[in-house]
């Protein structure tokens, strides 16, 4: 396992739209457990393909409800009108905070490391990671959903920070 560099905001992978991943691989193997050890290191909840480099529709989501969520080729829907206002920052965008509404309750149809498919409802913040992630395999970073400023985030803060 390794630790990856991670691409940040101006580089233009962070642009571009991600591809399907169609097989599972060691290459592929690798890069899920060296995003999972990438994200902890740099104390995210989330990490998008596109954030190291790689253009693959895949992503690691660990909010600390106990499950390593990990996302292939996934499609997500927002379930019912309801919305969310809060603050989301990104690890691309290091030192940043913004409000952005998201979906509370979504559904989620992916593929996981074993590349077997499954659903999940999530809501909250859950649904707040699963949807930024996903928009970055989209090449949409949030700064482009930012409702008002994007903030600085005071040092003090960064702790109870969730970088996703
Ligand atoms: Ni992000």
């Known amino acids: 396992m390794a630790i990856r560099s991670i691409r940040k905001i101006g580089d233009s ?13 060691d290459k592929t193997r690798d890069l899920i457990q060296d995003m999972f050890e990438t994200m902890y290191d740099a104390n995210g909840v989330g990490l998008a393909a596109p954030q190291v480099g790689i253009l693959k529709q895949l992503f690691v989501v660990d909010i600390g409800d106990g499950v390593r969520y990990v996302c292939i080729n996934p499609k997500i829907e927002a379930v019912g009108e309801e919305e969310q206002c809060g603050e989301e920052g990104c690890l691309s965008v290091p030192g940043k905070e913004g409000i952005v509404t998201r979906p509370m309750k979504i559904e989620v149809k992916a593929l996981d490391q074993n590349m077997q498919e499954y659903t999940l409802e999530a809501s909250g913040f859950l649904a707040r990671a699963f949807s930024h992630e996903n928009d970055h395999l989209n090449g949409i970073l949030y700064t482009e959903k930012v409702e008002g400023e994007l903030e600085d985030v005071v040092y003090e803060e960064l702790d109870e920070e969730e970088v996703i």
């Not at 992978?13 to 691989?25: D, F, G, N, V, Y």
């Open 13 to 25: 992978i962070l642009e571009k739209k991600c591809k399907e991943i169609k097989e599972m691989t």
